[in-house]
């Protein structure tokens, strides 16, 4: 008894499954199964398959077999049909320059496990065929008539076969006119008595620039007229570009706290003149960002502290007359104004 009702378990989940492999249904068909040379028509591909199914279509690239080539590729388009199914159509436009009879072979639709196979269907392509009313259009001594070759058709250059042609003569072109240019500025320069390049003047030295500039600061009376902010931001600049120029350092990106870490251990200036810094960066920090107001005396000390490490980090007198001996600066800039005076000094 109990083997009966094994047996038929194994039969109903065996008819079971094949009426589910039979609930999906595919069809394949064109609009018309015969064109002509280069005419267009529908393939289309329908699948009918229950709501919960999920059909994978074949996918195709620039032809649906050799010789019909695919024009455009239409979406896969999914309605409502009876029983509760679900209908899914995809089209392609197709076409044939091929003069044949093609067999369009079944393609598999895939379900799981479960794959189903379209209907294969004949498509015929035919040469294009001329009825008795074209033919007799056709003016058959015209056709035959001989004529002599015509000529080239004079088309407009283009701008790249303009250059192609006439290259050479545009480079040559422009190089006498650079030519006559050069000539006209040398006669010129030689009239005025003046060389034939003008002779850059070299950088002025970094202590020139921040004595010039602290000067200039003092001038402005900024931290009189209340302005430590403005006062501190300029002193702090003026300390720290020169420290960039004079010992080529990165001082202007830096922090106070990451530059005074720099110069400490790079021993470039001494004890003093670091003293002098720190007290002018420090302050400054606190001005410019906590809204402190230093004393008078301590906006006098920091300015007496900035010059104080310029005037005694100028290169050695020795170094700068070296420089002026072999012309690397000009004679009577404000440097060489320098020189001279610590040589009275001296």
């Known amino acids: 008894m109990r083997i009966k009702y094994i047996i038929l378990f194994i039969i109903s989940v065996f008819v079971s499954k094949l009426i589910n492999a039979q609930e999906i249904t595919v069809n394949a068909k064109l609009d018309t199964f015969q064109i002509e040379i280069g005419d267009q028509v529908y393939f289309k591909l329908n699948v009918v398959q229950p709501s919960d199914s999920y059909v994978i279509f074949p996918k195709f690239k620039n032809e649906i077999i050799d010789g019909i080539d695919i024009v455009s590729i239409g979406q896969i388009d999914t309605i409502q049909s009876v029983n509760k199914k679900l209908s899914l159509t995809q089209g392609f436009l197709i076409t044939s320059f091929d003069d044949s009879l093609f067999n369009i072979p079944p393609f598999p639709f895939i379900s799981g496990n479960d794959t189903t196979y379209s209907n294969s269907i004949s498509f015929d392509v035919q040469m294009v065929s001329l009825d008795s009313a074209t033919i007799s259009k056709i003016d058959t001594n015209q056709v035959l008539k001989i004529f002599d070759v015509k000529s080239p058709i004079d088309t407009p250059w283009t701008f790249k076969e303009f250059l192609q042609n006439y290259y050479l003569y545009?480079?040559?072109?422009?190089?006498?006119?650079?030519?006559?240019?050069?000539?006209?500025?040398?006669?010129?320069?030689?009239?005025?008595?003046?060389?034939?390049?003008?002779?850059?003047?070299?950088?002025?030295?970094?202590?020139?620039?921040?004595?010039?500039?602290?000067?200039?600061?003092?001038?402005?009376?900024?931290?009189?007229?209340?302005?430590?902010?403005?006062?501190?931001?300029?002193?702090?600049?003026?300390?720290?570009?020169?420290l960039e120029n004079r010992y080529e350092i990165s001082a202007l990106d830096r922090t106070s706290h990451e530059l005074l870490e720099l110069i400490k251990h790079s021993n470039i200036i001494e004890k003093e003149r670091f003293t002098e810094l720190s007290q002018i960066l420090i302050l400054g920090d606190l001005a410019k960002f906590a809204k402190f107001k230093p004393l008078p005396d301590e906006n006098d000390l920091s300015l007496k502290n900035a010059f104080s490490i310029v005037e005694n980090t100028i290169p050695k007198i020795e170094d700068i007359e070296l420089m002026v001996e072999e012309n690397e600066i000009d004679t009577n800039s404000d440097l060489s104004e320098t020189v001279n005076s610590k040589k009275e000094d001296k």
């Not at 010039?212 to 209340?226: F, G, M, P, T, V």
């Open 170 to 242: 545009i480079i040559g072109f422009i190089a006498l006119v650079l030519i006559g240019l050069l000539i006209h500025y040398i006669i010129k320069r030689r009239k005025e008595n003046k060389p034939l390049f003008k002779i850059s003047k070299p950088k002025e030295p970094a202590h020139i620039i921040a004595l010039r500039s602290l000067n200039k600061l003092k001038q402005k009376k900024l931290w009189q007229a209340d302005k430590e902010k403005a006062y501190y931001s300029e002193l702090t600049y003026i300390l720290r570009e020169y």
